[in-house]
């Protein structure tokens, strides 16, 4: 069965250094997300991104966050500076082509460690 | 703006009883309903999903929901668990449209008791 893969499973960095989280979608999904989970709250939609561009962010998603699908298959979140606040669970999520179908199917998520 | 409450943090429950999860949801639109688990150390998982038609969805491991429109829920239910059914539950909505974003409910710990 077809699934999202994300690296890598847990990263530590620096205050202040750039990260950048892998993902790798479902081959024909079209639809990709980014969510973060900060530990012990819920889950939340950073930015959504369709036909090479970005559809939708939320507030989070600020100038320090930056998103890429470089070739057909890899979908990349980078945070340029990274603060202790940034430290949380980040899920790569994918949807399928068929409009009505809104169900996304999540990645095992990184672990991002800010020191 | 749309949002979605979970009522409980944590419900603890005996093996082989009933349970329910409850969900309340707002928005101003039709909206998408799901349910997400999310076993320790481990990723999101699609558990059911209410798309449209019947307003009674089931998965395959026996849990099931409910859409109730007139009272804005979308609980879930499962007539008897097991050990293994311990994990975190997510509710969360969609609206749909050009993005389809998921905003989630802040989760229920569902602990089972042997």
């Known amino acids: 069965e077809p699934e999202v893969t994300q690296t890598p499973s847990h990263q530590v960095t620096q205050m202040g250094q750039e990260v950048i989280l892998r993902c790798v979608p479902i081959?024909?999904?079209?639809?990709f997300y980014w969510y973060r989970q900060i530990l012990g709250q819920k889950v939340e939609f950073l930015v959504s991104?369709?036909?090479?561009?970005?559809?939708?962010k939320s507030e989070i998603f600020d100038d320090q966050f930056s998103v890429e699908r470089p070739d057909g298959s890899n979908f990349t979140l980078k945070i340029r500076s990274t603060k202790l606040e940034d430290s949380a669970m980040y899920f790569c999520?994918?949807?399928?082509?068929?409009?009505?179908?809104?169900?996304?199917?999540f990645g095992p998520g990184t672990r991002l460690t800010v020191t | 703006a749309q949002s979605v409450t979970q009522l409980d943090s944590q419900v603890p429950v005996f093996e082989e009883a009933p349970v329910e999860l409850r969900c309340n949801y707002s928005?101003?639109?039709?909206?998408?309903l799901f349910w997400y688990v999310q076993y320790p150390n481990q990723g999101l998982q699609l558990l059911l999903k209410?798309?449209?038609?019947?307003?009674l969805v089931e998965s395959i491991n026996g849990f099931e929901a409910e859409f109730n429109k007139s009272q804005t829920s979308f609980h879930l239910r499962k007539p008897s668990v097991h050990i293994s059914d311990t994990a975190e539950y997510f509710c969360?909505?969609?609206?749909?449209?050009?993005?389809?974003?998921?905003?989630f409910g802040q989760g229920t710990t569902l602990q089972v008791k042997p």
């Open positions: 999520a994918s949807r399928g082509q068929v409009v009505s179908s809104y169900e996304q199917y």
């Open positions: 081959s024909n999904h079209l639809y």
């Open positions: 991104f369709y036909n090479n561009e970005i559809s939708e």
């Open positions: 928005s101003s639109v039709s909206v998408y």
């Open positions: 209410y798309l449209s038609g019947s307003t």
């Open positions: 969360a909505v969609s609206e749909g449209g050009n993005t389809g974003k998921l905003i």
